[in-house]
């Protein structure tokens, strides 16, 4: 403002103008130094968390995961990486996770990369060309997963079908109330399990990476992995809020019926759809001609900016303040 004669144009008029503002905003800009400060440094040494208190502010704002983060602790083991390159090798005698591993986020599509494997004896990768070389292998052993509809209908392209599926993490999640997405790493890190999220390792969109086997494994090991050490307390968890029937009678079950409905989809007759395309051409066709002869213009009616100059310059409608892209044309307008 000393030098404001120098400012010249709409700048030197919005400033004058707006003078006050102008100080107002510097002085909330101002990192105010002269603040009394009762408290030293050490009052506020970090201690540690008060679980107590952190738990009560975790239920008043409903962070279900963060809380749930907080109860509990898992002891993980150490992870072993294995790809299995000889189907032969394959010798699962007792309960294990399976993992199934897609590349894209469209199972409908998306080319099948292979199986996580996990149990206290086995913790392999096994990539599903190899799989396919004999897909009973799992055949009579109990399963634990992590979207049971994912895996069902993933298979069901293929013509397999995997018995014995018992717990689906992604369910037993869902029912008590933790934070659930198609990404297992979300719910799993709530268990401190660093797990890579889905679109670090693979991308996503036109920019999906298949990585090597090795990575590959990593990765679904690792998820297996979390779903087998976790699985005493998940049932444990719906035991006691009485959830355990729920998930084994009403939502497993519903998962191979909702799966077949997308696999086999909906019988639409094309000559209907394409009668009422027609049909509905024809009404747009005409409610746009009545548009343009109250406005006594054509103009294209899906533009914002050619709406709002009709509405509120050829006809004089009421309108907002106009800005820099045009006036408004929301619905509250």
């Known amino acids: 403002y000393e030098n404001i004669d120098s400012i010249k144009g709409s700048v030197h008029e919005k400033l004058i103008n707006d003078k006050e503002n102008a100080y107002m905003s510097y002085d909330l800009a101002t990192i105010v130094k002269d603040v009394p400060v009762d408290i030293n440094i050490n009052d506020i040494k970090y201690l540690g968390a008060n679980h107590k208190e ?21 002891e993980q083991k150490p992870l072993d990486i294995k790809v299995i390159r000889n189907i032969n090798d ?4 007792k309960t294990c996770s399976i993992y199934l591993e897609i590349l894209g986020d469209n199972y409908h599509q998306a080319e099948i990369l292979g199986f996580g494997v996990y149990n206290e004896e086995d913790s392999f990768y096994l990539p599903f060309e190899v799989f396919m070389e004999n897909p009973k292998v799992f055949d009579g052993i109990e399963k634990y997963t992590y979207d ?49 999220f889905y679109e670090t390792t693979y991308g996503k969109g036109k ?107 050829k006809l004089d409608l009421p309108h907002g303040k106009k800005t820099k892209t045009g006036y408004s044309t929301s619905v509250e307008v």
Not at 54 to 74: A, P, T, W
């Open 54 to 74: 952190l738990n009560k502010l975790y239920e008043d704002l409903e962070f279900f995961s963060f809380l749930k983060k907080d109860e509990v602790k898992v």
């Open 90 to 93: 394959v010798k699962i005698t």
């Open 148 to 196: 049971l509809k994912k895996l069902y209908v993933s298979l069901k392209k293929h013509d397999i079908y995997l018995d014995n599926v018992v717990f689906d993490t992604m369910l037993a999640s869902y029912l008590l109330d933790y934070n659930v997405k198609d990404d297992i790493a979300y719910i799993s890190n709530s268990f401190d399990f660093d797990i890579p």
């Open 207 to 313: 920019k999906l990476i298949k990585p090597n086997d090795d990575v590959i494994a990593y990765n679904t090991i690792s998820k297996a992995k979390f779903i087998y050490e976790t699985y005493n307390i998940f049932m444990d968890k719906l035991k006691s809020e009485e959830l355990l029937k729920i998930l084994e009678d009403i939502e497993m079950p519903l998962s191979y019926v909702l799966g077949d409905m997308e696999y086999d989809g909906v019988y639409v007759d094309k000559s209907v759809l394409k009668n009422m395309g027609e049909e509905i051409n024809i009404k747009l066709d005409l409610l746009s001609r009545d548009i343009y002869n109250q406005a006594g213009m054509e103009f294209n009616i899906s533009s914002p900016i050619q709406l709002g100059e009709v509405l509120f310059e």
